[in-house]
């Protein structure tokens, strides 16, 4: 399966820079002010900082500051969020978040922290601080690596979620086998500012990063076929346990992201959270995932038909080289 995603990977590269830097074009003619949507946004100075925000609530152990909402401190066992209580009523929107995560651990640390854009708000549990089983869309930043198996990877870790209620976060391998796709982010204990972009636009969600002190984006994730609804909520969560850290959300800003040819007709509220490369293995026998499944088998046929081609083409060469070395041998024992 890895392999398959690096092959995939590789072919689509070019793709997704294109895209990307299409993407990114945008951005700069795009005049953020335009679609700004304050009630969705959390911006320094926070009016009403010290108890409470205007748009926002929080539960758990987060706490406002005049200068960032930090969802736990350094320090074990704590868990907190914060929930926008406006539902979002646009279709394609961009999310940008100025997060920071640090504390004392040198080498540990955690467990990290969600956003989210779910149906539910204000559900304690034990998801980054959020309940498990939720509806929409989990953003996570993993900073501690529960599990060494097969497919685990560099940590800090970002990865997405498409959940219809259904999918459970398995934190003993780091939500690997239900996320949509993911990236290593080195986010942790920076002295400058550690951004997120997340994208939702024409049922395509696109992360990127800007963690490395450069002032630019770069790619995280690009994955078509995502279905969301409108009327959800944003949040963000985070949690520790034995190992603790700071998380840190700085500022919120979201932004209407027009379409020119939007389906005025099409019912944005009602749309069940789905994606085509993952959903869940239950109603969806003739969905997508069906030909993702049939891609899956011909690329292994494929790799078995090569195999054997290869396996046969050695065992002609070697049967070969042994005839022509009897035949010599022979030869030779008629010369004498
Ligand atoms: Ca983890």
């Given at each position: ?21 299409l993407s990114l074009a945008q951005e700069a003619q795009k005049t953020p002010g335009d679609y700004l ?37 350094d320090k074990q066992s704590r868990s907190g969020s914060i929930w926008n209580k406006v539902p979002l ?8 978040c100025h997060f920071k995560v640090h504390g004392q651990g040198k080498s540990l640390y955690g467990d ?225």
């Open positions: 399966m890895a392999s398959h995603r690096a092959v995939e990977c590789v072919c689509f590269l070019p793709l997704i820079t294109v895209f990307l830097t949507k304050r009630e969705h946004s959390l911006i320094r100075p926070y009016t009403g900082a010290g108890a409470s925000l205007p748009m926002w609530d929080i539960i758990g152990n987060t706490m406002i500051t005049n200068s960032y909402i930090r969802l736990t401190p009523r646009v279709p394609n929107w961009e999310m940008h990290g922290f969600a956003l989210w854009y779910t149906k539910d708000r204000m559900r304690a549990g034990d998801v980054f601080g959020n309940q498990d089983y939720h509806t929409g869309l989990g953003i996570y930043f993993d900073t501690y690596s529960n599990h060494n198996g097969p497919h685990n990877h560099a940590h800090p870790y970002i990865s997405a979620q498409i959940n219809n209620g259904t999918l459970h976060y398995d934190h003993d391998r780091d939500g690997t086998h239900t996320e949509l796709a993911g990236c290593p982010a080195q986010f942790r204990n920076k002295q400058y500012e550690t951004q997120i972009a997340i994208r939702y636009y024409k049922q395509r969600l696109t992360i990127m990063t800007d963690v490395d002190g450069k002032s630019e984006w770069k790619p995280c994730l690009d994955v078509d076929g995502v279905r969301l609804p409108t009327g959800y909520f944003f949040g963000a969560s985070a949690a520790t346990g034995e190992l603790a850290d700071n998380h840190d959300i700085v500022s919120v800003k979201v932004y209407e992201l027009e379409v020119p040819d939007l389906d005025e007709s099409m019912d944005y509220a009602n749309i069940e959270p789905s994606a085509d490369l993952f959903s869940p293995p239950r109603d969806h026998v003739d969905d997508p995932k069906g030909a993702f499944k049939n891609a899956t088998l011909t690329w292994k046929r494929m790799f078995l038909l090569i195999f054997c081609i290869i396996i046969g083409v050695i065992l002609c060469i070697v049967v070969g080289v042994v005839v022509f070395q009897k035949r010599q041998e022979q030869q030779r024992k008629r010369f004498y």
